[in-house]
């Protein structure tokens, strides 16, 4: 073999041959980002800030997995969201849009084929008030008496977002007396009063009676010594007030009458 030959037999290679290494199937599922704390009806956002939480699916090893169906589920309700992703290629499943409308503590869920993983515990918290109601609201008072009034605040999916009495600005829209955190001091006169309740802007109201209170004195008519003819009649008329003078009836059958010679 000539030197030239002999160095072309060296030169030679064999082709280039390209090796594509995939992942093998889905083995985890994990948290790769937690939920934040959500107001009622708000899609879940992620803790650190992104659109919503996400799970990341790897092989047996640590490869991401694309294209794995990546289901998740709630300790409650979902109203509405896409319980299902599939990952991307980056292996991971992202969900943008559950939505909870009912306040509380919750974990989520992941699951694939092959395994689970929960969430950190997040809270729904109640959306903003869209009503005022009275849980109690007396019909009557005494005069010169008191009164307790209750109120809650709710969001428009009927979670409570305050029921402290402290929390909630107290008026007197109509009438007399006077109303703090809820407790009505009644004026000494009877009549008609308002108490309202309002908590941002949000308002709601309820009218009490103010009646007389329990009778003091019985006044008579005529209250000196009257001359009759025998078969003659004398008509009297009697008024039982309150202490502070209210009248409380006049009606000659609710009283007693006695001769008390």
Not at 213 to 233: K, N
Request: glycine content about 8%.
């Amino acid at each position: 073999i000539s030197y030239a030959e002999s160095r072309l037999r060296d030169c030679v290679t064999s082709p280039a041959t390209t090796v594509m290494v995939t992942a093998a199937s889905a083995n985890t599922v994990e948290v790769a980002t937690d939920s934040a704390d959500t107001a009622a009806g708000t899609p879940i956002e992620g803790a650190d800030g992104s659109s919503g939480p996400a799970a990341p699916v790897t092989d047996q090893f640590g490869n991401p997995v694309s294209g794995e169906n990546v289901d998740v589920s709630v300790n409650g309700p979902f109203e509405s969201g896409t319980t299902s992703q599939q990952t991307g290629d980056d292996g991971i499943g992202t969900f943008t849009d559950l939505v909870i409308t009912e306040a509380g503590n919750y974990t989520l869920t992941f699951e694939t084929a092959n395994d689970s993983n929960e969430t950190a515990s997040f809270e729904v918290t109640p959306a903003q008030v869209d009503t005022v109601e009275l849980t109690s609201a007396p019909s009557s008072v005494d005069a010169g008496g008191s009164a307790t009034f209750s109120a809650e605040a709710l969001d428009k999916f009927d979670n409570v977002i305050t029921s402290a009495d402290t929390e909630f600005t107290w008026t007197v829209t109509n009438g007399g007396g006077e109303v703090n955190d809820g407790e009505y001091s009644a004026p000494t006169s009877t009549g008609m009063a308002t108490i309202q309740a309002g908590y941002n802007s949000e308002t709601n109201s309820s009218s009490i009676t103010i009646e007389p209170a329990p009778v003091d004195s019985v006044t008579i008519e005529p209250d000196t010594a009257q001359e009759v003819e025998p078969g003659e009649t004398l008509e009297f008329s009697a008024n039982a007030t309150d202490e502070f003078g209210n009248e409380i009836t006049t009606d000659a059958s609710q009283f007693s009458w006695n001769n008390t010679d």
